[in-house]
């Protein structure tokens, strides 16, 4: 049987995707396609339908991302293995995709309901997961967040949903900064510094990189306001805006670490904002230079 | 919340020393309480880090008061305001 490939460049992580199924991906993911990578960082094997004989004991449940209405993932925990069940956000409590990942983190498994001899691997969320697992184990943490990049500073933007993260961006974009990404970002650490990546979304947009100089945490305010914030107050913000499964110590402590580095490193600031074009002048002639 | 059941919360959290301060970070299996990690100061950090089953809240005071060199009152007070702000850490696993 033929087998189909594809590989992806993601905040610079090689991804290989294999499967005798036809492989399709969201528009997204179009620019991060790759003709072929030097080398692979994560193996993923995809298969069409679910795999046989799994048996799920509650006790191995060791996460669960749910709301008020509705499951989004559960996670499970068996010998070495995680794995992940995904629920179909349109049909309560329908399993949408089955993942499997291998103790080194490199090695994904991920069954999908394929339609016509064609499966969507990558369909939302398991891409944001697969980054997010891809992250954990290198020096990288996966933010919501945006980010615009005035061709020398990187100024990323974090909050609460609804505290201006795309409006921030937008009013850079309009003095000439590019927008990196208005929600999900990959932070690397790279050659002693911190570079910020933009991330497949469900539109298409090319891969980005810059420089991250400097992180706020915003929210809307009557008046342009910015503090300083250090030590553990900005490290707890901070991590606070990325992606976690809290559940493994060991996973947590890595965390803590690198975001200790991190703010160690980048400045990080309070920003209550006015969202018109003057919190750019405010920010630059507030902000360490 | 008494000074045992703090002891056997303790597993249950993540920490971190930045500076004179801790960091806790619960172990969560939701990722609705993925928000919630917590700082302590240096009173805070001391007690956390000194917690045993078998002691009471005047072995914290003391100890207090002899690291920090302060009255019973202020290390009464230290003790009181770092359980209070601590009880509230179970609801966040």
């Keep these: 049987m033929k087998a189909h490939t594809l590989q992806l460049r993601i905040a610079e992580f090689n991804i290989e995707l294999t499967s005798t199924s036809k492989l399709e991906l969201d528009e997204g993911y179009d620019h991060f396609i790759v003709k072929q990578s030097p080398y692979i960082n994560i193996f993923i094997a995809c298969f069409a339908g679910f795999p046989q004989g799994l048996s799920l004991k509650s006790n191995d449940l060791v996460f669960e991302a749910t709301n008020d209405q509705q499951k989004f993932y559960s996670i499970y925990k068996q010998s070495d293995r995680l794995i992940f069940i995904l629920y179909n956000q349109k049909k309560i409590n329908t399993v949408q995709q089955i993942g499997y990942l291998d103790a080194s983190f490199s090695h994904w498994k991920i069954f999908s309901q394929g339609i016509n001899g064609v499966i969507q691997p990558m369909v939302y969320p398991m891409g944001p997961i697969l980054l997010h697992y891809i992250t954990l184990q290198s020096d990288a943490a996966m933010m919501h967040a945006s980010c615009a990049f005035d061709g020398i500073n990187g100024r990323l933007f974090s909050g609460f949903s609804g505290s201006g993260k795309s409006t921030i961006s937008k009013i850079w974009a309009d003095a000439g900064s590019q927008i990196i990404n208005d929600d999900r970002l990959i932070i690397r650490y790279q050659q002693d510094a911190y570079y910020v990546y933009n991330t497949p979304m469900y539109y298409s947009d090319r891969s980005k990189k810059a420089s991250l100089n400097s992180i706020f945490l915003i929210s809307h305010a009557p008046e342009n306001k910015i503090k300083r914030l250090k030590g553990a107050e900005a490290i707890t913000k901070v991590m606070a805006f990325s992606i976690q499964n809290n559940f493994d110590p060991f996973w947590v402590e890595k965390r803590l670490e690198f975001f200790s580095k991190l703010c160690d490193q980048i400045s990080v600031y309070s920003l209550g904002f006015v969202p018109n074009e003057n919190v750019v002048k405010f920010i630059l002639e507030n902000e360490l230079k | ?93």
């Design chain 2, 1 to 93: 919340m008494k000074i045992d059941e703090l002891y056997k919360l303790k597993s249950l959290f993540v920490t971190r020393e930045v500076g004179d301060e801790l960091i806790i970070v619960p172990l969560s299996g939701n990722v609705s309480n993925m928000n919630h990690l917590f700082t302590m100061n240096e009173t805070g950090k001391l007690i956390w880090e000194n917690l045993r089953p078998e002691e009471n809240i005047e072995y914290y005071v003391k100890l207090i008061m002899d690291e920090y060199e302060v009255d019973k009152d202020l290390a009464y007070n230290d003790v009181n305001m770092f359980l209070a702000r601590i009880s509230h850490l179970d609801d966040n696993l």
